[in-house]
């Protein structure tokens, strides 16, 4: 058994940790999507929507929400994810679209689903919350509130490594690094935490991509010196993303499917990368390029536009 590396929350690493080490985990294979209805900007909350004079065009919005729908939908009929589902956007609620914010869903070794509540930096966000719990719990999850930490942005700072009960979680703009200290107790999983030191990369999700268990493509500048040691240590290979990249393209919050079957692992992402495109056809991955433009006016593109459920 490989209990020494649970409950831990790791800054640096020690010198007998070993990714080979961490239990086995299963992907989940159902997408999440949340309708954009109310899809809207009205407020600052990255340095994304500082540019007041860029205006949302709501209608084109719609439709690349719509495309991004019909890839999954797609998707599902190649029997690459298992099912796509949908939550209804509720009004006041304009960024309930990026459904990978409000929770981090997780399933114990013994099958129990969990899901953890996000604690939304924003006022305005927190409403969003209560909707997710109450499609969770229809679907047989259990609840988990975090008790000490004020904020916690569920999957946009919390991604898993592939195939492994290992995660990694992003703090220091979202999330409180206390978040994980709760979240590694709760899930019985180790966390690597990683500080988040540039506001371009305000969620994990937007810096930081595992492809497979052994490859990550990422923005260096979105961490510190000890981060990116940490991250070494995970992985054999790491694709360095220029920042100029993933800032323009938002290619670091591309969506990485996975499979079982390794001729059916498939990505989506935002058009126009290069680094980010070039990283995931050598790892085999077959990719979408989709626009995203409206959402990426929001801070968000496809990663934060779906939630991976079980
Ligand atoms: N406007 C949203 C916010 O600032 C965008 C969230 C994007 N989500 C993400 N995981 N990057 O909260």
Same mark, same amino acid.
């Given at each position: 058994m490989l209990s020494n590396q649970t409950f831990k929350i790791y800054h640096t690493l020690p010198?007998?940790?070993?990714?080979?080490n961490c239990e086995q985990r299963q992907e989940p294979m159902r997408v999440l999507m949340c309708t954009p209805?109310?899809? =809207?900007? *009205?407020?600052?909350? !990255?340095?994304?929507?500082?540019?007041?004079?860029?205006?949302?065009d709501r209608n084109k919005a719609i439709q690349q929400w719509e495309s991004l729908k019909t890839v999954y939908q797609n998707l599902q009929k190649n029997d690459i994810i298992e099912e796509l589902l949908m939550i209804d956007g509720a009004r006041?609620?304009? =960024?309930? *679209?990026?459904?990978? !914010?409000?929770t981090f869903p997780w399933q114990m070794p013994d099958g129990e689903k969990l899901v953890v509540m996000s604690k939304m930096r924003h006022l305005s966000r927190q409403a969003e919350v209560p909707y997710f719990e109450e499609w969770f719990l229809k679907r047989n999850y259990k609840p988990l509130q975090l008790k000490?930490?004020?904020?916690f942005e569920g999957m946009g700072d919390v991604i898993p490594h592939p195939g492994k009960r290992l995660l990694y979680g992003g703090y220091?703009?979202?999330?409180?690094?206390?978040a994980y200290t709760e979240l590694t107790s709760i899930l019985n999983v180790p966390v690597i935490a990683l500080k988040l030191?540039?506001?371009?990369?305000?969620?994990?999700d937007t810096c930081f991509v595992p492809l497979t268990e052994h490859a990550v493509m990422l923005?260096?500048?979105?961490?510190t010196a000890e981060g990116m040691a940490m991250i070494r240590r995970c992985f054999e290979q790491v694709y360095l993303i220029p920042e100029e990249e993933a800032v323009k393209t938002?290619?670091?919050n591309a969506h990485v499917i996975p499979h079982?079957?390794?001729?059916?692992?498939t990505a989506i992402i935002q058009l126009g990368s290069k680094y980010a495109l070039a990283a995931l056809i050598q790892c085999g991955y077959h990719v979408y390029e989709i626009e995203t433009s409206e959402f990426m006016k929001s801070g968000?593109?496809?990663?934060?536009m779906k939630m991976m459920v079980y």
């Open positions: 010198h007998d940790f070993s990714i080979q209805v109310y899809f =809207d900007i *009205v407020d600052v909350k !990255n340095i994304y929507m500082e540019k007041r004079e860029v205006k949302l006041g609620c304009e =960024d309930m *679209v990026f459904c990978a !914010n409000q000490v930490a004020t904020m220091g703009q979202r999330s409180d690094r206390s030191v540039n506001p371009n990369f305000y969620h994990l923005c260096e500048q979105a961490f938002f290619c670091l079982s079957d390794n001729n059916k692992n968000g593109s496809v990663f934060c």
